[in-house]
């Protein structure tokens, strides 16, 4: 009997047969990819998720699909991180979010169910987080402003020694000759004075009080061989300044007249022009021109208390302190006498008036800095 042994054939006809087998198995793997496309074409169910209120058909083409894959779907193809993930199904799952305690729920048993997808996008994170930022720098900002504005009210909060002080130990009456031409232009230059800073502060530390500050008649205190600048009666009841020009033309430097002042606060101590006097003069002197803040003689009212041709301060211009009784406006008839009586009256008034002033806003001022702190 003859028969094919192993190895007896041909090259030829072995090449033939391989070929052929090959072929075959070829042909067979793509039917099975063919196969495997057209299945994966046609999903075996599609879930409905609502996101933003609106419905999305998600696909799965597995019986066995589980809530894991539909996190990873939605990480995927909705770039919702499954941190940010929540499912909530109704009615009676509840709320699902990854880690799941069960990972292999299946899917095709809450197909008769509403599923609701809770959750933002790594964008609208981003976008979301990026508004934080922004607020907190927005608010970061304004506590910052906040805080430097209370810090400027702080270091602007009032003095409540030093306002008691300047009411206390400042002239508490001003008075200018209302029968010389243009009073009130002399009300403005004793006011000034008053309110000069550094006149201010070395009557406070000196604690000088002036019951009355009103100006000098040029006509009675000129004589040929001399002219008053200035007087203090009574060591602080009244000090008179001459203001204007001999010719009533206008009024002298400013500067001038403030150093006939300082003068004259000397005399509330010393009587005599000895060497106690000048030393404490000297030192008045110092202290207004250092302490004024504004330095100069040149705001109020322009030029209206500027004079270059003023010659400045006589060393004997006032005789020394003198005592006795007062009479605003000398002999002129009709000028409104003022006796010492009523300065001090007066003067007691208006110091009384300022202290009252001062405590009444004190405890108003503390309220509402005590409000702005607490805000």
């Known amino acids: 009997m003859a028969g094919v042994c192993p190895g007896s054939g041909s090259p030829k006809d072995i090449d033939i047969i391989s070929n052929s087998s090959y072929i075959n198995s070829l042909s067979d793997h793509d039917s099975d990819d063919a196969a495997t496309t057209a299945a994966d074409a046609n999903p075996i169910f599609t879930l ?106 702080a270091h602007k909060s009032r003095d409540w020694k030093r306002t008691q002080d300047e009411a206390r130990y400042t002239f508490h009456t001003i008075q200018p000759l209302t029968y010389l031409p243009n009073p009130e232009k002399s009300q403005r230059f004793l006011e000034r004075l008053r309110d000069d800073a550094g006149v201010k502060s070395s009557m406070r530390k000196h604690g000088f009080s002036v019951g009355l500050l009103t100006e000098m008649n040029p006509a009675e205190h000129t004589t040929h061989e001399s002219r008053t600048l200035g007087l203090n009666r009574n060591r602080g009841e009244v000090i008179e300044l001459r203001l204007r020009t001999d010719a009533y033309d206008g009024y002298r430097d400013y500067k001038v007249i403030r150093k006939t002042l300082c003068h004259e606060l000397a005399h509330n101590v010393w009587g005599e022009h000895d060497q106690n006097f000048w030393k404490l003069c000297r030192e008045i002197e110092a202290e207004v021109e250092r302490n004024d803040w504004r330095r100069g003689g040149h705001s109020v009212g322009g030029e209206e ?37 009523e300065i001090m009256a007066r003067a007691a008034e208006a110091r009384m008036r300022r202290q009252n002033e001062t405590k009444a806003a004190e405890p108003k001022e503390k309220k509402e800095e005590g409000a702005s702190k607490r805000s």
């Open 48 to 153: 409905t998720l609502h996101l933003h209120s609106k419905p999305l058909q998600v696909p799965f083409y597995h019986s066995d699909a589980t809530i894991q894959d539909l996190s990873d779907t939605v990480a995927e193809d909705l770039h919702i991180p499954p941190t940010n993930q929540k499912f909530l199904v109704s009615p009676k799952t509840g709320l699902l979010k990854p880690p799941f305690k069960n990972p292999a729920l299946l899917l095709n048993t809450l197909l008769d169910k509403k599923i609701v997808l809770m959750g933002a996008t790594t964008a609208e994170v981003a976008e979301l987080e990026s508004e934080i930022q922004a607020r907190k720098d927005r608010i970061s900002r304004r506590k910052a402003a906040l805080q430097a504005g209370r810090k400027v009210k």
């Open 305 to 341: 208390f500027y004079n270059p041709e003023d010659e400045g301060v006589d060393e004997e211009a006032d005789g020394g302190g003198w005592e006795g009784d007062f009479v605003l406006g000398g002999e002129v008839p009709g000028a409104g006498l003022m006796d010492r009586r």
